[in-house]
């Protein structure tokens, strides 16, 4: 099976609205290190210098770090996607060399094993 440029046209723009809506909400609580790779940095906002200010700063990025490592690593999924689609790779399981089903293509754009290699 090959994908037809219909529904790869289709799943490229998933991908890309996918893409434009993480780095918005990485934008709200990281800072790009690497746009072009999706390496982001969580980050806190700075209270002040006392005790009770300091606290609240750690305990923003300790709830903003697994958010972002989250959001990043779905991103970076999505960047080697299109990265893929632009090679003439995208759809071949990175594992077993075989083509990803349509059917898992369009339910996660992103995807890059077959269903068996999950």
Do not use: H, W
């Not at 697994?66 to 991103?75: C, F, N, S």
């Amino acid at each position: 099976m090959v994908i037809d440029l219909k529904t790869l046209a289709e799943l490229k723009q998933a991908l890309l609205v996918e893409k434009t809506e993480l780095e918005s909400s990485l934008n709200r609580i990281a800072k790009p290190v690497d746009a072009e790779t999706g390496d982001y940095e969580a980050t806190f906002t700075e209270v002040g210098n006392d005790r009770e200010d300091n606290t609240t700063e750690v305990e923003e990025y300790t709830d903003n770090l697994p958010v972002e490592i989250a959001l990043e690593k779905k991103l970076q999924a999505i960047i080697v996607a299109l990265a893929k689609m632009e090679e003439g790779t995208y759809g071949i399981c990175d594992n077993c060399k075989k083509e990803i089903a349509i059917e898992r293509l369009q339910a996660n754009p992103s995807a890059q094993t077959c269903i068996t290699c999950k």
